[in-house]
């Protein structure tokens, strides 16, 4: 199998705005990577920090994607996963649901956005954007503002004591990707929920979630519906179920 194409910029304000411009020009495939970010966005409109030639800003393509997007951040989040083990094997890294990277229980090295754009009936193109921390510098994560102070931002550096090779990185995310997407399209994406689930801490733990419109509530993950919904159970047996929020561990 050919290797994935590595589509690299110089800069970009965000190379998911770039891929959803050239979308059209863009082979079914590629990872749209760039070596600075001027405008890099997570979720909830929140900036993404993209010093440049230190970190991955990429987004994947994938045409006709024939599940859930939802399916799209679990194909995302685990290759990602897969990348950092292979850079930092001795550091504890985990999906904190619903696309993040973590390692140990506050430390957050990446995180994904997808977006979805109608293709065809029963199928959409996927870009999915994926930014992960490899060379920052502890001074530079310490200048990098977080809404809860303690969750800190962290890196592959931050974590190894060493640099990595960033385009490297990419072009080996590029595979990950492209293998996790043809096992989806060969066994249905059953496999990479379970998969998906397995890699999150939450489940079992008291957890917060702050919900969209900005409700705080407290509860066990009970579970991780297949669909990707959170489960929460308060203390009186109820269960919601969200889509969407912010979730953070509570001490063990």
Known sequence: MASPAVAWLDEVDSTSRYARDELARLADGTLVAALAQTAG???RGRAWV?????????????????????AATWLASLATLDLLRQEAPGADWWIKWPNDLYCGEARKAGGILCESLAASPGRSDILAGIGVNLNMTPEQLAAIPVPDARYRPTSVLAETGRTVEVKACAAD???????????????????LFRRWRAENRILGR???????????????????????????????GRR?????????????
């Open 50 to 70: 993209s010093p440049p030639g230190v970190n991955l800003y990429v987004t994947f393509v994938m045409k006709g994607w024939p599940h859930p997007p939802t």
């Open 240 to 252: 919601r179920t969200f889509h969407g929020g912010d979730v953070s561990l509570r001490p063990a």
């Open 41 to 43: 966005r997570g979720r």
């Open 173 to 191: 995310l590029a595979a990950g990707l492209a293998a996790l997407r043809a096992e989806a399209e060969r066994d249905g994406i059953g496999p």
């Open 206 to 236: 008291e957890v917060c979630v702050v919900t969209d419109d900005g409700r705080e509530l407290t509860g066990t993950g009970a579970d991780l519906a297949p669909d990707g919904a959170l489960v929460l159970a308060d203390g009186d």
